[in-house]
């Protein structure tokens, strides 16, 4: 579809996910690409690969989103996909101590294999089911067309709202322990929810803002060199949506071809 | 946390037998149960016919009697095949034709008769038959012929073809459909996927009842040229089930093992491994948009299904993608049916594909990529250039072939010529889609765009090729027609052997790469590296990794798996490589200088150095040491952490770390027991240095530790009570605290040699040196194998030592040597009168007169205690024995008090010489011409009405 007018002012921003098998690496992308759930994803063989287009202030960013197999027997391959990534996604699964140790050894790995200038975010998948039955309500907007308003309303640490405490037994990363670590490692944190979308443009946002956007332009001299002082990012009325590119509606969607 | 694994230096290429039996889709090895019956195999050259057919129709080719299978193949390899079991066989006869003709006539269960004529000379011919008539004769005994009247039934062809005898032969029983209960998948209940009229089912399966009229069915299935092309053409949905089991002989497995498959999922019921865990987290995963996977029905047979095969493949256990395979399968076949299909799949078709390493699969990456770059050279030159890595897309199109990628009902069919015609059909299809893609490949500047491109390829595979045709026939031929038309036109030059040819090629380079990389990762994956560089941590590794390769450490140190209680979500992924006692002397004797036994062997031809790994307690002890987890294997962190701690010691902190050795309750202090044990370890470390400069150190260590000892104690006990001095001296125990860090730093210091040890000689004796055959180095090209390769010229060289070594002895010439561990003193004569440091000692030492443990007159002379000792120019040993050092320890230990004698075990005990040689009883039947003239065998005659 759209594919010519994807290439004006936008800066590709290639980001790859990687965590434990099942924790929800599609589930997030899937969510963040076409704003879908599905109970039952198949897991991803090899890796996928999508896109989506994120706009941040005055500029356009497009994700190259390679969303790889969770099972460690394909770890190996895991350098072909983020290889070059500016971006990582470490997930792991918040009712699930053990995938918090695959997420921190993946973040050691990129930090000693990847590219050395690469964002890494470390993310909690599955808020929700340790949220009470009546979650808040979905943060995730409704894509296409709010421009202005409030995505970026409830960033970073959500959890700790109106949750009922039933089901809090579930979890089992705390949110202050998986902090901890992530400050120590200098990463970006979320919770997030793929079923709600509780997080997740958060999650994606935060990343564009960190992604030194203006040294990608200056290395690919493609993009018609704006030096642009519109590098203080952060400030000011940022505005910000998701804009569905060709990827997000496909009727076949994210097949792992 | 590191998973080490040694598995990839034992794949081998298939050897010419194994390779033979796969080509009639049989297991590489015999059944256990068919070893004795192997004796009967033989081949001749045939040309097989058919009697309903033209002699055009004759296929020249090779017959081949594997009992219990009879099987041909067509000179081309390709055109005609069968693999027959033989208890499927009624009737043989030898047909009355014209002279010098040696033709058979088999007649099958089906009731269909193939005729071979045998080419071969006569006296061969002869003892085929002698060896045929045998082996049928066995498989009789054996009730094959019973069983498999009622496996045959579970065969959809049976029912699709109910007359079990269209010949119209006497045979023609009552047939019993009623009863039968063929096997079949989920889709006769939730539907096949695909409109069966768009797929013309029914006259597809009337095409197959004609075909296995006249060639067999299922058991007796004859591949002829006609049978491809109906598979090419897409298998109807009932018969392909049967007819994948048929093609891929996961049939014969399932025929030969009845009932396997409910007895392991019986044994192993409740078990929980890491497997059953990752399986349980995939099931709902696993084509989810299918019916039956959304009922517990469906749900259940894929779980009992990869569950089987994962207790029955532990080492594969399970792998992501499999799930998607197998649910695919259970659509067109029955749990027992997949279950076998996947083990041929995961054993011979797809080889390393689902294994922890994956290392199938990153080989036919590669080969593919190979492929590409001669098949395709533009597009391999473009995607070089813009940086695009072909696998990204192409992987999953391999591993889970094509079903993950495709629409099913197209993936089926690429699925059904795969079966068909084998794994080179993933090949040529792969290049089929790039080339059909060629011009816009070429567009495409980088990973992503590639992946769309395939991404939109596959979805309009059900468009029109050539929508804009003014022809309406070509206008029908849809895009996926056009891929099999290019696979299987273009690419035929692509074969099977093709394949082997490029995997043979490239497999060094893939497990080098794999092991290359699990090494870093484990290194990263370290939480301490200590003092040491990551390369020094990498030769920590390879040394393991060596140690490794000799003695696998047992199944049983692997933690982890199957742990009962292991909580939800606490099972590690891959249970962390541990190494027990045994390997650790492997390892260990390749760093320190004391943990072997080098012998310097000179014979008149050459001069060698034979190592030997040493066996000690002091050994033990260390292993013990460094186990910090108290579970009695090291993992390599541990190994690294205990090497840390004693590498970059200096003085006071080797005498720390030996005399923490030694004790063993941690306590601070040495019982006499320990520190007799502490000198054993000395002696053993010293045991061959030249002269007796150590043996005196120890000595004299033993003799001032013990005065120390008593004279501290004594002195304690007049400090806490007055009266002691009437209770016996004798009232401290062997085993009771003794000697503090203190005395024994002391008492080490006192002498200059042990000074000399523990300040350098110690930590300089363990040396990580890289090994030269190691594990990582890169692989010889055209020797693969690595381990394995060195073990066989390691044989070599053994053999060739040996007969030096007896040439040496003949002419006087041979002399062993041991080599030194420390090698500080050279010449023995050199050293000065070992002399104590006085003035240390005394000046703190309260002399006691009488120690109650040492009367050291024979320690006190260490220099003339043994002669045979003052090894000087070394002196040549009559024979290679093995190592010992009892002189020195018979001087020092007879002097203490008697204690159990450390035996230096033969590390050497288990030589694998023993090439039983069972030459058999391979006497050769004595073909009986009168027989063969006749009926060879008729089993109708015993077949049970
Ligand atoms: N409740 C809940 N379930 C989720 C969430 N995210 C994912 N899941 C479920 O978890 C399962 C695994 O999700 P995937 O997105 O396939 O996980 P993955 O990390 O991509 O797994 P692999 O591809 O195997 O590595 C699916 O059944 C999802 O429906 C979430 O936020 N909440
Ligand atoms: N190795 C092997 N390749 C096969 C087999 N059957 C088909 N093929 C492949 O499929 C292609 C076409 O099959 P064939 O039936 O042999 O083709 P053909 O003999 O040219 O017949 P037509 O194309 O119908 O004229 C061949 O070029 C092979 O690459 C088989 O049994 N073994
Ligand atoms: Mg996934
Ligand atoms: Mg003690």
């Known amino acids: 579809m759209a594919d010519g007018a994807q290439q004006d002012k936008s800066v590709q921003v290639k980001l790859v996910l990687l965590g434990e098998a099942a924790v929800g690496k599609s589930s997030l992308v899937l969510r963040f690409v076409s704003n879908d759930f599905q109970a039952n994803k198949e897991p991803t063989i090899g890796a996928a690969f999508l896109t989506q287009k994120c706009r941040l202030e005055d500029r356009t960013l497009r994700y190259e989103i390679w969303d790889t197999a969770g099972q460690e027997r394909f770890h190996s391959l895991a350098p072909m996909y983020y290889r070059n990534a500016q971006a990582a996604v470490v997930v792991y699964d918040v009712t699930k101590a053990a995938s918090l140790e695959k997420a921190k050894s993946w973040v050691k790995e990129l930090q000693r294999q990847a590219n050395p200038n690469i964002v890494i975010a470390l993310a909690g998948n599955k808020l929700d089911l340790v949220q009470s039955s009546s979650p808040p309500t979905p943060t995730s907007p409704s894509f296409e067309d709010d421009e202005a308003d409030d995505a970026t309303a409830t960033p970073g640490e959500t959890p700790d709202s109106p949750e009922g405490s039933t089901n809090e037994t579930l979890r089992q990363v705390p949110t202050d322990e998986a902090q901890a670590y992530a400050t120590e490692a200098s990463l970006l944190f979320f919770e997030t929810s793929a079923k709600t979308g509780e997080g997740v443009v958060e999650l994606f946002t935060e990343i564009a803002k960190k992604i030194p956007i203006d040294h990608i332009l200056a290395s690919t001299q493609g993009a018609a060199g704006r030096s642009g002082a519109a590098g203080a990012d952060g400030q000011g009325n940022r505005q910000q949506g998701i804009n569905l590119d060709a990827a997000a509606s496909k009727g076949k969607d994210a097949c792992n071809c | ?945």
């Open chain 2, 1 to 945: 946390m590191s998973t080490i694994s040694t598995h990839l230096r034992k794949i081998r290429e298939p050897n010419k037998d194994e390779q033979l039996r796969q080509s009639f889709a049989l297991t590489p090895a015999p059944d256990p149960v068919d070893v004795d019956s192997q004796k009967y195999k033989i081949e001749v050259n045939a040309t097989l016919s058919l009697p309903q057919e033209s002699e055009e129709e004759a296929y020249a080719g090779r017959l081949y009697l594997l009992p219990p299978y009879l099987a041909f193949h067509s000179l081309d390899r390709k055109s005609t095949r069968f693999t027959l079991p033989l208890c499927t066989i009624r009737r043989v006869e030898r047909l009355n034709t014209r002279t010098g003709i040696f033709a058979l006539s088999l007649s099958n269960w089906h009731g269909m008769k193939i005729i071979v004529q045998i080419t071969s000379l006569r006296p061969t011919a002869d003892l085929f038959c002698a060896h045929l008539r045998d082996a049928l004769k066995l498989e009789l005994q054996r009730g094959q012929m019973k069983a498999m009247k009622s496996f045959v039934k579970t065969c959809y062809s049976e029912t699709l073809i109910p007359d079990n005898t269209p010949a119209g032969t006497e045979d023609s029983e009552l047939v019993q459909t009623e009863d039968v209960a063929y096997l079949c998948g989920l889709g006769v209940k939730f539907k096949f996927p695909g409109d069966p009229k768009k797929l013309r089912e029914a006259s597809k399966l009337k095409l197959w009842a004609t075909y296995f009229r006249t060639h067999g069915r299922n058991l007796t299935l004859l591949r002829y040229p006609q049978s491809t092309r109906l598979v090419q053409v897409g298998l109807p949905n009932r018969l392909r089930g049967e007819v994948w089991e048929t093609l891929s002989g996961s049939l014969y497995l399932r025929f030969s093992n009845p009932g396997l498959y409910e007895r392991i999922l019986k044994e192993n019921e409740g078990k929980v491994s890491t497997s059953t865990e990752e399986i349980e987290k995939d099931l709902n995963r696993s084509l989810p948009e299918y019916p039956a996977y959304q009922t517990e029905e469906g749900i259940n047979g894929l779980r009992r299904v990869l569950t089987a095969y994962s207790f029955k493949n532990p080492e594969l256990g399970y792998c992501q993608a499999m799930n998607i395979l197998v649910a695919a399968i259970l659509i067109y076949m029955s749990e027992e049916q997949a279950f076998w299909l996947l083990e041929v799949l995961c054993d011979r078709l797809l080889p390393g594909y689902y294994s922890p390493s994956m290392h199938g699969t990153l080989l036919d990456q590669r080969v593919f990529e190979s492929l590409v770059k001669k098949c395709l050279p533009i597009i391999h030159d473009h995607f070089h250039e813009v940086d695009v890595q072909l696998s990204v897309a192409s992987l999953p199109w391999f591993l889970s072939l094509f079903i993950n990628s495709m629409p099913l009902i197209f993936a089926f069919r690429i699925v059904d010529c795969f079966f068909c015609m084998g794994p080179k059909v993933l090949f040529q299809v792969g290049l089929a889609i790039l080339k059909i893609n060629g011009e816009a490949l070429l567009e495409i500047q980088d990973d992503g765009a590639f992946i769309h491109l395939m991404r939109d390829y596959f979805g309009s595979l059900g468009d029109s090729a050539h929508p804009n045709s003014s022809d309406p026939r070509t206008r029908a031929i849809t895009r996926f027609q056009e891929l099999l038309l290019v696979a299987f036109r273009e690419f035929s030059v692509i074969t099977e052997e093709t394949i082997a040819t490029e995997r043979k090629q490239f497999r060094g380079d893939i497990i080098h790469g794999i092991e290359s990389f699990s090494k870093r990762a484990s290194v990263r994956n370290l939480k301490d590296l200590g003092n040491f560089t990551k390369d020094q941590a990498g030769l920590i590794y390879d040394i393991l990794y060596k140690a490794i390769c000799v003695v696998p450490p047992p199944a049983s140190l692997q933690g982890g798996s199957g742990s009962p209680n292991s909580g939800q979500g606490q099972v590690a992924e891959r249970p962390e490589t541990r190494i027990g006692l045994a390997t650790f002397k492997i390892f260990l004797s390749e760093i320190a200088t004391w943990a072997r036994d080098e012998k310097i062997v000179s014979n008149g031809f050459q001069e060698r150095v034979d190592r030997e790994v040493a066996d000690h307690e002091l050994i033990d002890r260390i292993f013990f040491f460094w186990d910090s987890s108290r579970c009695g294997a090291l993992s390599f962190q541990d190994l690294v952490t205990g090497l840390n701690g004693v590498m970059f010691n200096d003085l006071m902190a080797n005498i720390e770390w030996f005399f923490t050795l030694h004790d063993k309750d941690k306590d601070g202090f040495l019982t006499k027991d320990e520190l007799l044990i502490l000198s054993e370890s000395m002696l053993f470390i010293f045991r061959y240095e030249v002269g007796d400069a150590y043996l005196g150190a120890v000595s004299r260590f033993m003799t001032n530790a013990f005065e120390y000892g008593d004279a501290i104690h004594e002195t304690e006990r007049l400090k806490t009570s007055g009266e002691a001095e009437s209770e016996k001296p004798q009232e401290l125990g062997n085993n009771q605290p003794y000697l503090n860090l203190a005395t024994f730093r002391m008492v080490v210091l006192a002498d200059e040699i042990l000074e000399s040890f523990f300040e350098t000689d110690l930590t300089a004796s363990f040396q990580l040196q890289s090994i030269p055959d190691g594990p990582l180095a890169t692989p010889k090209s055209g020797f693969f194998g690595g381990l394995l390769s060195t073990i066989v010229t390691d044989d070599n060289v053994k053999r060739f030592h040996k007969f030096s070594d007896d040439l040496g002895k003949t002419i006087g010439q041979h002399q062993v040597v041991h080599r030194p561990s420390i090698g500080r003193i050279d010449r023995p004569i050199a050293l000065q009168e070992p002399k104590a440091r006085e003035p240390l000692l005394s000046s703190t030492s309260p002399r006691p007169s009488v120690s109650s443990a040492s009367s050291s007159t024979v320690l006190a002379t260490p220099s003339n205690s043994t002669p045979s000792l003052s090894i000087s120019p070394p002196v040549p040993e009559k024979d290679v024995s093995p190592p010992e050092i009892t002189p020195l320890y018979h001087a020092a230990a007879a002097a203490v008090m008697e204690r159990t004698p450390f035996a230096i075990d033969d590390p050497q005990d288990d030589d694998d010489d023993d090439d039983d040689d069972e030459t058999g009883e391979g006497d050769t039947h004595n073909p009986d011409d009168k027989v063969m003239d006749e009926v060879l065998y008729d089993c109708r005659r015993t077949r049970c009405g």
